[in-house]
C-alpha cells in the first residue's frame, strides 16, 4: 500500500530527506500555495505536514477526502482545526520538546541584549552616530532573576542564569522543591517574587489562568526600574499595560518575541529604545527546525505504516483491537483525575494508581494518561492525553503505579491517591458488568454514585439533622437534588455526603452552605 503525504509549509531539508526515505511514500513538496491550488493538492492527500503558515480550516479538510493524519513540525497547533479534525476522525499531531532549548536561549539572548542595548547601538553605529554614553548597560552578575514557570524551557533559562552569577528564583505550583533544589532556584510565591526580581521570564502555558498574567495590577508589585521577558505566548505579559509602564519609567526595559497578534507588524513598543523585540524566534533555529521536521516525519510514518499513534493532541494511542476494552476505563481514569484535579492544591508531588481486577490486564498508558489529563486540565488549558505525563514529570509530579488482577470488594477497581503537602486524597471507581461507571470510595468513605454532573461534596459530622439542613438549604434556594450518598466508617463520627445537583452553586451559596452547623467543609464538582 503507498500513501501521499503533502508538505504544504517551508520545511527542513533533513525531514524532506526523511520522509523521501519512506518506502511506499509519494512525497509532494509545495510550500506557499494559493488556496485553490491546496485544495486540489489536498485532494489525494492522506497525510499533511504544516508549519504555521498554513491554516488548515474545517473547509480545507473537507476538501480533503482520504486525509488520515496532520502533522504539525512544532507544538503549536492555534492554525488546525483541531475540534473538526477529530469530528472527521482525522489523527493531529505535533512534536513537543523539539524548540526547548532553542527558546531558552533565545530568552537569554534576549536578557544580554536588553541589558546591554545591543540592537539600538548597533542601529545607532549602523547609521553612522557614535553614542557610546548612551547606550550604557547594567551588567546581569548578582542580579535576581525571576522565572514565572519551571518547566523544560524555565528550566533551562535558570541554570543558565545561575551559570552567569545570577540569583534565580522561581514560581510554579506545580514543581517539587527538591526539583527546584536541583536547579538552583528559590522557591517564592508570585508576589515575592515579583516585588523582589530585578529581570522577570515568563514561561509558562497561554491558559485563561495565564492571560495578562503580568498587567498593570503586578507590575504595580514590581521594583522600580525592573526589565521584563516574554518569549512564552503572546497576551502573558499585557502589551498596554507594559507600554504605559515603560513610559512611566517603573519598568526600565523589556525584550518581547511573542505578541497579542501575528505576525505583528506595527506596535507602540517597536519604536522605543527601551525595547528589544523579535519576530517569534523562539523556536527558529536551524536546529530546532530540523528536530521537529524529522520528528513529524517519523510519526508521520508510524501512523500510517504501523497504525501507531504517537503525539497526539486529539487521540490517545490505544491499539484498535483493544478500543472497545479500554475507552470505558479512559472515561473512568479521567473523571477520577478530574474530581481530584478540582478538589486537590495546585503542589501535587506524587500520585499512586492501583489498578484491580481485569482492568490491571489492559494496557496501562492510555489510562495513566487519560488519568493524568484530568487532572492536569485543571491547571491548565494546555493538558491532553497525549502531554499530560510530561506536564506532570515538568511540574516534579511522580506517578507510581500497582496492578492486581483480583480484588475483593468489586470485579474491577480504580483507585487514584494524590500526595500533597498537606496529607492524601483519594478517590476510587469502578464499571459495573452492565457498562455503568460509578464513584465508589472517597478519600476512604465508602460511597457509590455516578461520577457525571454537577457534584457537591460535603464533609460533616455523622449526626442527626446534618443531611436534613443540607437538604432544606438547596430547596430553599431552588437546586434540585439528584441522587444523594452518604458514607461513614462508623456512627457518631465523620461523614462524607455527596450529592448529584442538576444546578451548580454559586460562590456565595457554597460559603453559606459551609457555615451550617456539624458541616466541616463543602467543595463543588463538575465531571
Known sequence: MSFNVLVSDKFSAKGLAALKAIKGVRTTYSPGLGPDQLKAKLARADALIVRSATKVTSELIDDAPLLKVIGRAGSGVDNIDVPYATKRGIVVMNTPGGNTITTAEHTIALMCSMARNIPQAHRSLAEGRWEKSKWIGTELTGKVLGV???????????????????????????????????????????????????????HVPKSKDTASLIDAEAIRKMKRGVRIINCAR????????????????????????????????????????????????????????????????????????????????????????????????????????????????????????????????????????????????????????????????????????????????????????????????????????????????????????????????????????????????LGRRKINIATVQLGRLKSGSNAATLIALDHSLDKRQLADLAKLRNVNSVNQVEL
Not at 545570577?166 to 536547579?183: K, Q, S, T
Not at 492525553?385 to 516534579?396: D, K, M, V, Y
Open 148 to 202: 514565572i514557570g519551571l518547566g523544560n524551557i524555565g528550566s533551562i533559562v535558570a541554570k543558565r542564569a545561575s551559570a552567569m552569577d545570577m540569583n534565580v528564583i522561581g514560581h510554579d505550583p506545580f514543581i517539587a522543591p527538591d526539583r527546584a533544589a536541583e536547579l538552583g532556584v528559590t522557591l517564592v510565591e508570585l508576589d515575592q517574587l515579583l516585588k523582589e526580581a530585578d529581570i522577570i521570564t515568563v
Open 234 to 473: 503572546g497576551g502573558i505579559v499585557n502589551e498596554q499595560d507594559l507600554l504605559a509602564a515603560l513610559e512611566s519609567g517603573k519598568v526600565a526595559a523589556a525584550a518581547i518575541d511573542v505578541y497579542i497578534s501575528e505576525p505583528m507588524t506595527d506596535s507602540p513598543l517597536f519604536n522605543r529604545g527601551d525595547v528589544v523585540v523579535t519576530p517569534h524566534l523562539g523556536a527558529s533555529t536551524v536546529e530546532a527546525q530540523d528536530k521537529v521536521a524529522v520528528a513529524v516525519v517519523e510519526q508521520i510514518r508510524d501512523m500510517l505504516l504501523d497504525k501507531v499513534v504517537r503525539n497526539a493532541v486529539n487521540v490517545p494511542g490505544i491499539p484498535p483491537e483493544m478500543m472497545d476494552a479500554v475507552r470505558p476505563y479512559q472515561t473512568l481514569a479521567g473523571k477520577l483525575g478530574s474530581l481530584l484535579g478540582q478538589l486537590a492544591p495546585r503542589d501535587v508531588r506524587q500520585v499512586d494508581v492501583e489498578y484491580r481486577g481485569p482492568v490491571a490486564k489492559l494496557p496501562h498508558a492510555p489510562l495513566n494518561q487519560a488519568l493524568l489529563c484530568g487532572m492536569m486540565s485543571q491547571f491548565t488549558d494546555d493538558a491532553n492525553e497525549i502531554n499530560a505525563a510530561s506536564l506532570a514529570t515538568e511540574r516534579g509530579i511522580k506517578l507510581i503505579e500497582t496492578r492486581s488482577e483480583s480484588h475483593r470488594d468489586h470485579s474491577n477497581l480504580i483507585k487514584v491517591t494524590l500526595h500533597v503537602s498537606r496529607g492524601k486524597l483519594s478517590v476510587a471507581g469502578t464499571k459495573r458488568e452492565t457498562g455503568e461507571l460509578r464513584l465508589v470510595d472517597y478519600n476512604g468513605y465508602p460511597v457509590d454514585i455516578e461520577p457525571q454532573g454537577q457534584l457537591l461534596i460535603v464533609q460533616n459530622k455523622d449526626l442527626p439533622g446534618v443531611l436534613g439542613s443540607i437538604s432544606t438549604f
